[in-house]
């Protein structure tokens, strides 16, 4: 037998792992998942229907090494998943957290061969002597009940049927469509998955960046879901400036020291402005994540310093959203 129960319990949070269903009654879980349940007492599986969502709470399955561990958990308790016999297939693995005290395996699902769009299962061994398999979550489709439609549309006619939608005509650049089981963006209610084209539109000049994948029935040619990968991400940042403490003038025994600017203006050049708060700290709204260059000059809310011997003091940044921009008048 590979399992042997350790009684520890375990507090995991995932960055970017599956957000929970609501955790029901185990009358309501798949056999398969009470019978693990039932295996290790302690166990919990959080739900949206048949479909599990995440399984923790004590330590599963133990092995030597955390790949065995892992395969060894997928060998014997996939059907624990709640949508049947699944393939699913490592895409990768990594240490997790500055001491790698976990291994985190992430797995892509296949339905008749084709990549199901934002499906995955994140299975999490705590490295030790034994490996431990600790956590699983999971993103699944079902298969629809009576299989898919068959397909009646090519990629080519998918494409154009996009193409000449007034909504998107505009946009110029198209990549290739490939075959894809889509069944929504979401981590709450399971929707129901289809066989899709997928494929990319964008509008590429960078003052009207648009971006869109697309996911079109390959049954019927009807538009499934437009999704869009243009996201903005608004600059933070802070500015100071050498300012002399106190009421005395800069001398060697009072010399300027570097001090919090309130209520100056900043901006993105060629793009949106604020105003420094009461800590010298700053967002500026940006569209898109390109790199920005971010200004700061002497210029207030109620005032505004003008050098009649040169040009007026600034200082600027070149940073990369969300920065921080810093920034020393």
Known sequence: MRNTLVPIPI???????????????HDRLPAATQGLIDEYPGLRAEHVGSNVQAIYGVPMTLAGTPERAAQWWMEDHSLALGVGDVDLRLLRSNAVGTTQRFTVFIYQQFID????????????????????????????????????????????SALASVQTTPEYAH??????????VYFGEGLGEIERSVRAWKFLGTH?????????????NAADSELVFARDEVHNTDVEGHVDG?????????????????????????????????????????????EGNANVTVRAETVGVWTQVINDQ????????????PGPAELLL
């Open 113 to 156: 061969d084709l990549p199901v769009e934002l499906a995955a299962v994140r299975l999490l061994v705590l490295n030790g002597v034994p490996n431990q398999v600790v956590y699983v979550g999971a993103r699944l489709a079902q298969r629809p009940e009576g299989g898919y439609a068959a397909d009646s549309v090519d990629g080519a």
């Open 242 to 286: 050498m300012a002399t403490p106190g009421v005395f003038p800069d001398t060697g025994s009072n010399p300027a020291v570097q001090t919090s600017m309130e209520s100056v203006h900043v901006e993105i050049l060629g793009g949106n402005d604020t105003f420094s708060d009461e800590s010298g700290d700053f967002v500026i709204a940006n």
């Open 310 to 321: 040169g040009s007026e003091l600034s200082a600027s940044d070149s940073v990369t959203p």
């Open 204 to 216: 590429p000049i960078r003052s009207e960046y648009e971006s869109y994948t697309f996911f079109v």
């Open 171 to 180: 946009l110029s650049v198209w990549s290739d469509p490939e075959l894809v």
């Open 11 to 25: 507090l995991l949070a995932l960055s970017g792992g599956v957000v929970f269903g609501a955790s029901q009654g």
